[in-house]
C-alpha cells in the first residue's frame, strides 16, 4: 500500500466528499483566474513557431542565394577562360600552315563562342532568380519583424496578467494541494479524469432544485437522499460528475 493510501485511511468517506467538493471551489477559482489569460499562452506559442518558421524560411532562401550567386561568379569565371581560349586560337590562326588547321581553330573558337553565350543565358537566369528570392528575403523579413512586435506584446500582457495573479494562485495552489491530500490516488484519479472530460471542469456539483448542478437532469429522491448522507461516492447517471449536497454550500454561506 502507498503512503497516500494510508495517509488518506484515516478520513471518513464524508470527509474525502467534503475534500473533493473543498478542491472542486478551489480549482475553479484558479480556472477562473486562467481565463483571464483567454487565447493568450495559444497566441504566444503560435507566433512563436510562426517566427521560428520565417526564420528557416529566411536562412534557407539566403542558402539558396548563396549557392546561385556561386553559380553566377563560376559562370563569370568560364567567360573569362572562354575569351582566353579564344585570343589564343586567333593568335594561332594567324600562324596555320593549312586550311585544314585554320578550319579546325575555328570550330573551337566558334564553340567557346557558344559557350560564352550559354553562360551568359545561365548569368542572366541567375540573377533573375536571384532578385526573386532577395524579394521574398525581403517581404518573409518585413513578416518576421511585425511577428516579434506583435509576440513582445503579447508576452508583456501574458507577464502582466501572471505577475497580478501569482500571489493568488500560489495561495489557491497550497490549498489544493492541502485538500487533495486527504483524498485517495484512486478517486483523486477520477476526479481529475472528470474535469478534464467535461467542458467547464466542474467534475463535483452539488443537488440543486432536485437537479444534477452540472447537467441539470433530475435526481430521484432516494438518490439525493444517498448524496446528503455522504454515505458513499455518487455520480449523476448523465453526466458522470460527483454530486454533492446543497448542504455544504449553506455550511460556506454561515462560515
Not at 106 to 114: D, M, R, V, W
Not at 229 to 250: A, H, Q, T
Given at each position: 500500500?502507498?503512503?497516500?493510501?494510508?495517509?488518506?485511511?484515516?478520513?471518513?468517506?464524508?470527509?474525502?466528499?467534503?475534500?473533493?467538493?473543498?478542491?472542486?471551489?478551489?480549482?475553479?477559482?484558479?480556472?477562473?483566474?486562467?481565463?483571464?489569460?483567454?487565447?493568450?499562452?495559444?497566441?504566444?506559442?503560435?507566433?512563436?513557431?510562426?517566427?521560428?518558421?520565417?526564420?528557416?524560411?529566411?536562412?534557407?532562401?539566403?542558402?539558396?542565394?548563396?549557392?546561385?550567386?556561386?553559380?553566377?561568379?563560376?559562370?563569370?569565371?568560364?567567360?573569362?577562360?572562354?575569351?582566353?581560349?579564344?585570343?589564343?586560337?586567333?593568335?594561332?590562326?594567324?600562324?596555320?600552315?593549312?586550311?585544314?588547321?585554320?578550319?579546325?581553330?575555328?570550330?573551337?573558337?566558334?564553340?567557346?563562342?557558344?559557350?560564352?553565350?550559354?553562360?551568359?543565358?545561365?548569368?542572366?537566369?541567375?540573377?533573375?532568380?536571384?532578385?526573386?528570392?532577395?524579394?521574398?528575403?525581403?517581404?518573409?523579413?518585413?513578416?518576421?519583424?511585425?511577428?516579434?512586435?506583435?509576440?513582445?506584446?503579447?508576452?508583456?500582457?501574458?507577464?502582466?496578467?501572471?505577475?497580478?495573479?501569482?500571489?493568488?494562485?500560489?495561495?489557491?495552489?497550497?490549498?489544493?494541494?492541502?485538500?487533495?491530500?486527504?483524498?485517495d490516488e484512486r478517486l483523486l484519479s477520477a476526479y481529475q479524469r472528470i474535469r478534464h472530460n467535461v467542458h467547464n471542469g466542474l467534475a463535483v456539483v452539488t443537488v440543486k432544485r432536485?437537479?444534477?448542478?452540472?447537467?441539470?437532469?433530475?435526481?430521484?429522491?432516494?438518490?439525493?437522499?444517498?448524496?446528503?448522507?455522504?454515505?458513499?461516492?455518487?455520480?449523476?447517471?448523465?453526466?458522470?460528475?460527483?454530486?454533492?449536497?446543497?448542504?455544504?454550500?449553506?455550511?460556506?454561506?454561515?462560515?
Amino acid at each position: 500500500m502507498s503512503t497516500r493510501a494510508t495517509d488518506t485511511a484515516d478520513y471518513s468517506t464524508e470527509d474525502k466528499i467534503v475534500a473533493l467538493y473543498e478542491l472542486q471551489k478551489i480549482d475553479s477559482k484558479i480556472d477562473e483566474i486562467n481565463k483571464l489569460k483567454g487565447e493568450l499562452p495559444l497566441e504566444v506559442q503560435d507566433l512563436e513557431d510562426e517566427i521560428a518558421g520565417l526564420e528557416t524560411r529566411i536562412a534557407n532562401i539566403t542558402a539558396e542565394v548563396d549557392e546561385l550567386s556561386r553559380g553566377v561568379k563560376a559562370k563569370k569565371e568560364e567567360i573569362e577562360q572562354a575569351k582566353t581560349q579564344i585570343a589564343k586560337y586567333e593568335e594561332q590562326q594567324n600562324h596555320v600552315r593549312n586550311n585544314r588547321e585554320y578550319d579546325s581553330l575555328s570550330k573551337e573558337i566558334e564553340f567557346q563562342k557558344l559557350e560564352i553565350e550559354l553562360s551568359e543565358k545561365r548569368i542572366k537566369e541567375g540573377n533573375a532568380e536571384i532578385k526573386v528570392k532577395k524579394k521574398q528575403i525581403e517581404d518573409a523579413r518585413e513578416v518576421l519583424e511585425g511577428r516579434r512586435l506583435d509576440l513582445t506584446n503579447k508576452k508583456s500582457e501574458l507577464e502582466s496578467i501572471d505577475e497580478e495573479t501569482a500571489k493568488e494562485i500560489e495561495v489557491l495552489t497550497v490549498q489544493s494541494q492541502a485538500a487533495a491530500a486527504r483524498i485517495d490516488e484512486r478517486l483523486l484519479s477520477a476526479y481529475q479524469r472528470i474535469r478534464h472530460n467535461v467542458h467547464n471542469g466542474l467534475a463535483v456539483v452539488t443537488v440543486k432544485r432536485d437537479a444534477c448542478g452540472g447537467c441539470y437532469n433530475r435526481i430521484p429522491p432516494q438518490r439525493q437522499f444517498d448524496i446528503r448522507m455522504s454515505k458513499k461516492i455518487i455520480v449523476c447517471e448523465y453526466c458522470g460528475r460527483i454530486l454533492v449536497s446543497d448542504l455544504l454550500d449553506r455550511e460556506d454561506e454561515q462560515q
